[in-house]
């Protein structure tokens, strides 16, 4: 059984940072490729950002380029989301995700089988 568990999340102020955590149980952590996704109230959930299994290749949403750096750390069973430069619209749940089958880098949603419970951001203005 695998199971994600996202940490991290809260309320800051916009122009501030958040470090986003996911802690992953079971072997599927290392061979397979993890991503972060979003939902905002009335939206549909969005790619937000990816890291291949390797941490040899990252992708982003583009309207967060430069202000949120994924990684991951195989040793610990963990990935990261360094949030900076917050904004409002930023704010959603948030959604650790693992690809799968393994090896593959992809950031179509439907390809991600394994999720989180998901944890509250919260740019204010």
């Known amino acids: 059984q695998v199971q994600l568990v996202e940490s991290g999340g809260g309320l800051v102020q916009a122009g501030g940072s958040l470090r986003l955590s996911c802690a992953a149980s079971g072997r599927i952590f290392s061979s397979h490729t993890m991503g972060w996704f979003r939902q905002a109230p009335g939206k549909e959930r969005e790619f937000v950002a990816a890291?291949?299994?390797?941490?040899?290749?990252?992708d982003y949403l583009d309207s967060v380029k430069g202000r949120f750096t994924i990684s991951r750390d195989n040793a610990k069973n963990t990935e990261y989301l360094q949030m900076n430069s917050l904004k409002p619209e930023d704010t959603a749940v948030y959604y650790c995700?693992?690809?799968?089958?393994?090896?593959?880098?992809?950031?179509?949603?439907?390809?991600?089988?394994?999720w989180g419970q998901g944890t509250q951001v919260t740019a204010s203005s």
């Open positions: 890291i291949s299994w390797s941490g040899a290749r990252t």
């Open positions: 995700a693992a690809v799968g089958t393994p090896t593959i880098f992809t950031i179509d949603v439907r390809r991600y089988s394994y």
